[in-house]
């Protein structure tokens, strides 16, 4: 019979590591909730493809716990070096019109943590629909250049688990998922500013995207990505630049966020759309052909 009593990010735990967290946060009452997620996430292996501990996904999960009086965490820290908190700042908003080859090369800039980073999480939380939220797992945030003009931001970060249409596009079976779901990365961020009115500039910084995110995946997190997925919310927008990047429609959300595995939450249903990043992704996915790493004897 199985065991596993519950799933969180795409992860099913045992009776057995339920038993461990609780010994772990009764044996380590002192350890503040970051270090106790990365002192249970190396117990349970719980890492990522680079073998960094998943902190966030762990805090969360610890979080779901205490609130079923499974487990006590120690207090919240509100202050601190990792505050999300945000200043808005006074951007230059001067329009910027014209062709897009007035403006070239364009280019993706990596945001490095410090203040590339601060800046670029400001420019989301004021400009886009959504603002900028912490997510989960491995990420790249880029600015869209033109020289040292910056002209929008743009990020990837880790897929959705639940998502039927693009599953059954694959191909692939639970198990798969499981194992390789890493490969697959979300544009979950993409902004070109309201002052910034160059045609075709969308497309082409998807465009630069699809040529440039592998290499700097593998670089940044020592694997690649084989395939590309985002959410259009057609009630605001067309996904016109996707479209004109040769991104591919394949369907529709079910209305539920990325791990609502229960379907307790309703959200608006999004258009999906994918981009293949090599030829053989399905047979990367399906763990029938290997996936570019980095090769740790080089």
């Known amino acids: 019979m199985d065991d596993t009593i519950r799933v969180f990010s795409g992860r099913a735990f045992s009776p057995k590591d339920i038993e461990m967290i609780q010994w772990v946060s009764k044996t380590y009452p002192k350890l503040s909730r970051s270090e106790l997620a990365s002192t249970i996430c190396e117990f349970l292996d719980w890492l990522t493809p680079a073998g960094k501990p998943k902190i966030q996904q762990c805090t969360s999960f610890l ?19 990792g505050s999300d908190k945000l200043d808005v700042v006074d951007f230059d908003t001067s329009e910027i019109t014209g062709d897009i080859k007035l403006y070239e090369p364009i280019r993706l800039k990596i945001a490095r943590p410090g203040k590339e980073q601060k800046r670029w999480k400001s420019y989301v939380n004021q400009y886009h629909m959504l603002g900028y939220q912490r997510v989960f797992g491995s990420r790249l945030c880029y600015f869209i250049q033109c020289g040292e003009k910056e002209l929008g931001c743009i990020q990837f970060s880790a897929s959705a688990w639940a998502l039927e249409d693009r599953d059954d596009w694959i191909g692939w079976s639970i198990e798969d998922k499981k194992e390789r779901l890493h490969l697959i990365i979300n544009n979950s ?20 995207a699809t040529r440039q995110i592998q290499d700097d995946w593998l670089r940044e997190f020592c694997y690649s990505p084989v395939l ?45 759309y994918v981009y293949p ?21 080089e």
């Not at 979080?63 to 070096?81: A, H, M, Y």
């Not at 961020?189 to 630069?208: E, H, M, T």
């Open 228 to 272: 590309m997925e985002t959410f259009v919310d057609r009630e605001h927008f067309q996904g016109t630049c996707y479209k004109a990047a040769n991104w591919t429609l394949l369907g529709q959300t079910k209305g539920r966020g990325r791990d609502d595995i229960n379907h307790a939450y309703e959200i608006s249903k999004k258009d999906i």
């Open 277 to 297: 990043l090599q030829k053989d992704f399905r047979a990367c996915l399906k763990g029938e052909k290997p996936y570019r790493v980095v090769n740790p004897d």
């Open 63 to 81: 979080v779901e716990l205490e609130s079923e009086d499974i487990i006590t965490l120690p207090p919240k820290q509100t202050q601190g070096r």
């Open 189 to 208: 961020r993409y902004l070109i500013f309201p002052w910034v009115k160059i045609k075709n500039l969308a497309s082409k910084a998807l465009s630069l």
